[in-house]
């Protein structure tokens, strides 16, 4: 382990190592990480620093072997496990970076640099508004992590707008149902299908829910119903357009 060396040297130098991470001098980092190695081959913190280090330097390969050497060491260290997370993200690959990086969450829920990696994950896959809920999280922990802050920001604007693009989505529904090109049945599972799509949040969903469970069994025409619903949510996102567009939907729908 670790401290198994002679005045506890590679403690020193893993702390080290940490140290210069903290302040973006990967190179360094790299060199006493690989002392500490040489002094201790089986030091899972050291491996995990190196790892740190590779990635910094985009050596992603070398970085992937490292943490998961670490891994294998000591299978309950967390920040082996986001590290690889990192690696993955790096690579553009956000599925094998969400396993990871829920696999550090599942040892040390408190680690806020892994909520950013995780919350990230999932803005690579259009998952806004769990993105957000994610980078909440981390500021909840670390309130001055501006990684977070500024990611929350931007996944806050993505998630309005996909939340905007589906409420513009329910009006084109209503218009091809008033005019007669879209069936009832048709027009429900049209519903069905957008609530599952990412800006869909919980109140959006309920309402959906309620509309399709609502009109399932009914004849008569959705037109009306779905422009009405359309317009309720629209007026909840101050869009003076989307109201608008929504308002004139509703009363064609009426007429």
Not at 120 to 149: G, I, K, W, Y
Not at 153 to 180: I, K
Not at 197 to 209: E, K, R, Y
Request: with cysteine; net charge negative.
């Amino acid at each position: 382990m670790c401290s198994d060396t002679p005045l506890n040297e590679v403690p020193l130098l893993v702390n080290r190592a940490a140290d210069l991470l903290d302040t973006g001098d990967a190179v360094s980092a790299e060199q006493l990480s690989r002392e500490a190695l040489r002094l201790a081959p089986d030091c899972a913190e050291a491996f995990s620093n190196l790892a740190h280090a590779l990635l910094l330097q985009d050596r992603l390969d070398e970085a992937q072997q490292a943490a998961k050497k670490a891994t294998e060491i000591q299978p309950l260290y967390p920040g082996a496990w986001h590290n690889l997370a990192e690696v993955f993200l790096k690579r553009g690959d956000p599925r094998v970076a969400l396993e990871y990086a829920d696999r550090a969450l599942m040892i040390l829920p408190t680690l806020s640099k892994t909520w950013v990696s995780r919350g990230s994950a999932l803005m690579m896959v259009d998952r806004f508004v769990e993105a957000q809920a994610c980078f909440e999280r981390a500021l909840s922990l670390e309130p001055m992590l501006n990684t977070a802050r500024l990611n929350r920001n931007v996944a806050y604007v993505m998630a309005d707008a996909s939340r905007r693009s589906v409420l513009y989505q329910l009006v084109g529904l209503a218009s091809e149902l008033e005019s007669g090109s879209m069936d009832q049945q048709k027009a429900l599972e049209s519903v069905v299908n957008l609530r599952s799509q990412d800006g869909v949040d919980a109140t959006l969903v309920a309402a959906l829910d309620s509309f399709v469970q609502v009109n399932l069994s009914q004849g008569r025409s959705l037109a009306a119903p779905l422009s009405l619903l359309n317009h309720k949510l629209a007026l909840d996102t101050g869009d003076p357009d989307l109201i608008d567009t929504t308002r004139r939907t509703q009363e064609a729908a009426t007429a």
